[in-house]
């Protein structure tokens, strides 16, 4: 299975700040990243949707300036918190896949945990 | 929206069995799959099932059933290290996944 990276592993800032998390497939040329937030014991949420060379794709309710998405190369996506809030405090995960259909699973990075105060 | 469930938690012992559902209602269907996350870390693939019927994976066993709407992940011979969140997760139309909330399972000595 592909191989996934995150950095950091975990972030602190003060509100107000932004704070860039990366994502890189690490063995396997990604077209599509995929971008997750994790609130403590809750599931995992969809907030977008990395394409390489092109725009994201925001689910619905997910701020598309707050939360900007650079898919820059195969092997690397950004999430940029853009003035963040204690609010935005969460665990953000990324993932890639090796294909639409079949058993292609979605393999996931090790995530993110974000603290703002 | 998606909807998918499965309980909150449960509780076994030791070398036991435990059967965990989840129930789904999405817009298309391009898979489920079930996903075991530990506190803090990020989640790793346990199954997948496309079709009906029971995929066997050495201690787990994944069943779906298109018609019903439900799947349900069995582990056997429960051992400590199985202590975790277990995530349903279907695939819809737009090939995107949607999780369920998880169902913490604890093994008891």
């Known amino acids: 299975g592909a191989v996934v990276s995150q950095h950091p592993s975990w972030v602190i800032c003060k509100s107000g700040t932004s704070v860039k998390i990366e994502c890189r497939s690490l063995?396997?040329?990604?077209?599509?990243m995929f971008w997750y937030r994790q609130f403590p014991k809750q599931s995992l949420m969809l907030m977008a949707t990395?394409?390489?060379?092109?725009?994201?794709?925001?689910e619905q309710g997910v701020e598309k300036d707050k939360f900007l998405i650079n898919h820059a190369s195969l092997t690397l996506s950004t999430l940029t918190v853009t003035s963040a809030h204690p609010e935005d405090s969460s665990f953000y995960i990324c993932s890639v896949s090796q294909g639409a259909g079949g058993p292609n699973e979605q393999f996931f990075g090790p995530g993110t945990r974000l603290t703002v105060l | 929206g998606q909807n998918i469930d499965q309980p909150t938690e449960m509780t076994a012992t030791e070398g036991a069995i435990v059967q965990i559902n989840c129930t789904y209602q999405t817009s298309g269907f391009n898979g489920l799959f079930w996903y075991q996350q530990h506190a803090g870390e990020a989640p790793t693939f346990l199954s997948y099932?496309?079709?009906?019927g029971l995929e066997e994976k050495g201690r787990f066993s994944s069943f779906l059933s298109r018609s019903k709407g439900y799947s349900y992940l069995l582990l056997k011979e429960l051992q400590m290290k199985d202590s975790a969140s277990y995530l349903c997760?279907?695939?819809?139309?737009?090939?995107?996944?949607?999780f369920g909330a998880g169902t913490t399972v604890t093994v008891r000595a």
């Open positions: 063995d396997f040329q990604a077209t599509t």
């Open positions: 997760a279907v695939r819809d139309g737009d090939y995107k996944l949607s």
């Open positions: 990395s394409n390489e060379g092109s725009k994201a794709t925001y």
């Open positions: 099932n496309v079709l009906d």
